[in-house]
C-alpha cells in the first residue's frame, strides 16, 4: 500500500507526518518503507543514525516512481515524503499511490495555496485512470481553539477533497522526538502527540483496508 504525502505548499508537515506515520507502522509490525523523494532529505537524516527494525528509509528525487515499482513487493506499507515546489516529484509520485494526503494548516492562506496540488492530483487520476483517494489532513491546528468546523466548511466550499477525521494539533512532541529518531508515541506513549497519531494510522490503515476490498 502506497501513501504520498504531499503539498506544494513549504512548511505544511509533509516530512513529520510522513515521518510519524511510517515509524508508527513499523512499530505496529508492518515493513514499512520510507522513501524521501526531498533533496532536503529531511527523512533520510533526521533517521540516519537511528537503526529502526522493520523500517527502511530510501531517498529518490526524480526516480521515485521507478523505485516505487522495485520496492513495493517488499513492504506492506510505502509511505513516500514529496518535496514543496518540484510539480514534477510530486506528480510522479501521486502516480504510483494507493492514496494521496495532503497536510495543511488551518488557515485560509494555506488552504487557499492547495488549488494547485489539488488540480494536480486531479490531472493524475486523469492520466492514470484510476481513481486515487485523496485527503487533506489538518496540521498544526491550535490546541487551544476550535477552529474545526469552520475551517472544515471553509474547505468544503473550496474543494471537493475530504477533511480526515484525525488531525495534528501544534506541539512541542512533533520536534523533540525525532531528536531520538522516534515517532510521537514512542517517545511517549500517552501523550496528546501520541494519541492523535495513533488516530491518524487508525484512520489511514483503515481507509487503505476499505480501499483494497
Ligand atoms: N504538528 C506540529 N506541531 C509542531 N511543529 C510542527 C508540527 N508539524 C510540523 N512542525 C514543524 O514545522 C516545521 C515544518 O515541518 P515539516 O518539515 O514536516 O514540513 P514539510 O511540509 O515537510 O516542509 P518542506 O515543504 O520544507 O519539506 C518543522 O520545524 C516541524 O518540526
Ligand atoms: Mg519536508
Given amino acids: 500500500m502506497i501513501v504520498t504525502l ?26 514499512t518503507a520510507l522513501i524521501d523523494a526531498d533533496e532536503q532529505k529531511s527523512c533520510v537524516e533526521t533517521l540516519r543514525e537511528f537503526d529502526k527494525p522493520r523500517l527502511t528509509v530510501y ?4 526516480g521515485v516512481d521507478t523505485l516505487v515499482r522495485e520496492v513495493e513487493d517488499t513492504f506492506q506499507f510505502v509511505f513516500i515524503d514529496t518535496p514543496p515546489h518540484s510539480h514534477h516529484i510530486m506528480f510522479k509520485a501521486m502516480a504510483v499511490s494507493d492514496i494521496i494526503i495532503i497536510p495543511l494548516q488551518a488557515s485560509p492562506l494555506d488552504i487557499r495555496s492547495a488549488k494547485r496540488t489539488i488540480e494536480a492530483c486531479e490531472q493524475v487520476q486523469k492520466e492514470v485512470k ?13 490546541p487551544r481553539t476550535n477552529l474545526s468546523k469552520e475551517i472544515g466548511s471553509y474547505i468544503n466550499e473550496l474543494y471537493s477533497v475530504p477533511l480526515l477525521q484525525a488531525r495534528l494539533h501544534n506541539r512541542v512532541a512533533y520536534a523533540q522526538s525525532l531528536m531520538y529518531g522516534k515517532s510521537v508515541i514512542e517517545y511517549n506513549r500517552s501523550s496528546d502527540a ?3 497519531v495513533r488516530k491518524l494510522l487508525k484512520e489511514v490503515h483503515l481507509i487503505m483496508k476499505k480501499h483494497n476490498e
Wanted: with cysteine; proline share 2%.
Fill in 194 to 196: 501520541a494519541l492523535e
Fill in 130 to 142: 484510476r481513481t486515487i483517494p485523496c485527503y487533506f489532513l489538518l496540521n498544526r491546528v491550535n
Fill in 6 to 31: 504531499t503539498n506544494q505548499k513549504g512548511g505544511c508537515g509533509k516530512s513529520t507526518t510522513a515521518l510519524n506515520l511510517a515509524l508508527g507502522t513499523a512499530a505496529l509490525g508492518y515493513d
Fill in 59 to 62: 531517498e529518490s528525487g526524480k
